[in-house]
């Protein structure tokens, strides 16, 4: 015979309490299922990126700082690297989709460059812009503040961007006279991550930027030509590889005149910063044209640490500054194709 199982009071009170405290958790699981499956989906909206695609090349010299960005017409509607002004004594050189949109959806299109200017104009002010030794802070503000304006854009992206994990979404060199202490150039990288959301959806977030000091350089290293492209695998050889080939185009000037052939030997044993900027430009603008062709835009900038911010090749008019009410037909999109 089987034995009676034989409860107390206080026995069978916690046996009900676990099978309310079971009906409670089914309960409430259903109703987070009904909920998630009631969720509506992210808006399903087509975004228009405009890139700034191509190679920037900064030579520090002993007079001044030249700043050269050739265009790489990747998608339609690129343009070169978007170059700023930003104060007096610097330059600020945005790289990647500079420029978003949406056009069935009616918002207004984020413009990193004037995002970027008034970040400017609000953390470290539109007067002789400098990176002080004494307000550290303002390099990390200003990175800071352009990340916002990035986010503006990324938060409505749901899709797969499809890049490396250290690959930049968003590259902005930085190139400017600190005052008592010389040039500086620092590259920031803005890199995102992106997580599932729902379905096949994507939550893009965007990380505080890298801040990379490219100049000077370490004590000891060579002081040379920078050079930094947009997109990174760029199949096209680096100034430094032809330089290393003794590409005629470029022998062709080295042996063109006495203050070029010494500018080259200054080149090559890493005393860049040695050099006078007049033979330095003329070098620049050999440079870029390797890497464009005619119909290609070039941009040019010259930054001295008495006189300033000076353009030696002015960018087209912006596309900041034009209002794009339709979009263009074959213009780029950031919207997965089905």
Same mark, same amino acid.
């Given at each position: 015979?089987?034995?009676?199982?034989?409860?107390?009071?206080?026995?069978?009170?916690?046996?009900?309490?676990?099978?309310?405290?079971?009906?409670?958790?089914?309960?409430?699981?259903?109703?987070?299922?009904?909920?998630?499956?009631?969720?509506?989906?992210?808006?399903?909206?087509?975004?228009?990126?405009?890139?700034?695609?191509?190679?920037?090349?900064?030579?520090?010299?002993?007079?001044?700082?030249?700043?050269?960005?050739?265009?790489?017409?990747?998608?339609?509607?690129?343009?070169?690297?978007?170059?700023?002004?930003?104060?007096?004594?610097?330059?600020?050189?945005?790289?990647?989709?500079?420029?978003?949109?949406?056009?069935?959806?009616?918002?207004?299109?984020?413009?990193?460059?004037?995002?970027?200017?008034?970040?400017?104009?609000?953390?470290?002010?539109?007067?002789?812009?400098?990176?002080?030794?004494?307000?550290?802070?303002?390099?990390?503000?200003?990175?800071?503040?352009?990340?916002?304006?990035?986010?503006?854009?990324?938060? +409505? @992206?749901?899709?797969?961007? %499809?890049? =490396?994990?250290?690959?930049?979404?968003? !590259?902005? *060199?930085? /190139?400017?006279?600190? &005052?008592?202490?010389?040039?500086?150039?620092?590259?920031?990288?803005?890199?995102?991550?992106?997580?599932?959301?729902?379905?096949?959806?994507?939550?893009?977030?965007?990380?505080?930027?890298?801040?990379?000091?490219?100049?000077?350089?370490?004590?000891?290293?060579?002081?040379?030509?920078?050079?930094?492209?947009?997109?990174?695998?760029?199949?096209?050889?680096?100034?430094?590889?032809?330089?290393?080939?003794?590409?005629?185009?470029?022998?062709?000037?080295?042996?063109?005149?006495?203050?070029?052939?010494?500018?080259?030997?200054?080149?090559?044993?890493?005393?860049?910063?040695?050099?006078?900027?007049?033979?330095?430009?003329?070098?620049?603008?050999?440079?870029?044209?390797?890497?464009?062709?005619?119909?290609?835009?070039?941009?040019?900038? +010259? @930054?001295?640490?008495?006189? %300033?911010? =000076?353009?030696?090749?002015?960018?087209? !008019?912006? *596309?900041? /500054?034009?209002?794009? &009410?339709?979009?263009?037909?074959?213009?780029?999109?950031?919207?997965?194709?089905?």
């Amino acid at each position: 015979m089987r034995p009676t199982c034989v409860l107390s009071a206080t026995e069978r009170r916690a046996a009900r309490f676990r099978r309310t405290a079971a009906v409670c958790v089914v309960v409430h699981l259903a109703a987070v299922l009904v909920l998630l499956a009631s969720a509506p989906a992210p808006p399903q909206e087509e975004v228009v990126a405009n890139l700034a695609a191509g190679r920037v090349l900064i030579l520090v010299t002993r007079d001044a700082i030249l700043v050269g960005a050739a265009e790489n017409p990747i998608e339609p509607e690129t343009q070169p690297p978007l170059v700023i002004p930003l104060g007096d004594r610097r330059v600020g050189i945005l790289l990647g989709p500079v420029v978003w949109s949406w056009p069935s959806a009616g918002h207004e299109p984020v413009r990193l460059g004037v995002g970027l200017q008034r970040v400017m104009s609000t953390t470290v002010g539109v007067g002789p812009g400098r990176l002080e030794t004494e307000q550290a802070g303002d390099l990390e503000q200003l990175g800071l503040g352009l990340l916002e304006v990035i986010r503006q854009a990324t938060d +409505r @992206i749901y899709h797969p961007l %499809g890049l =490396a994990p250290e690959e930049p979404l968003v !590259e902005l *060199l930085l /190139a400017g006279y600190l &005052e008592g202490y010389g040039p500086e150039v620092w590259s920031l990288r803005y890199r995102v991550r992106q997580e599932p959301l729902r379905g096949d959806f994507l939550r893009t977030r965007v990380l505080r930027p890298q801040y990379v000091q490219l100049y000077p350089p370490e004590k000891g290293e060579p002081r040379g030509i920078l050079e930094v492209r947009y997109p990174r695998n760029d199949p096209a050889p680096q100034l430094a590889d032809l330089l290393a080939q003794g590409d005629s185009r470029l022998m062709r000037l080295r042996s063109a005149r006495a203050d070029l052939a010494d500018l080259f030997e200054k080149i090559e044993r890493g005393e860049l910063h040695k050099a006078r900027s007049d033979a330095a430009l003329e070098f620049l603008r050999t440079a870029l044209n390797l890497f464009s062709e005619p119909e290609h835009d070039v941009v040019i900038a +010259r @930054i001295e640490e008495r006189r %300033g911010f =000076a353009w030696i090749l002015a960018p087209p !008019e912006p *596309l900041e /500054a034009a209002e794009q &009410e339709k979009r263009p037909p074959g213009a780029p999109t950031l919207r997965r194709r089905p």
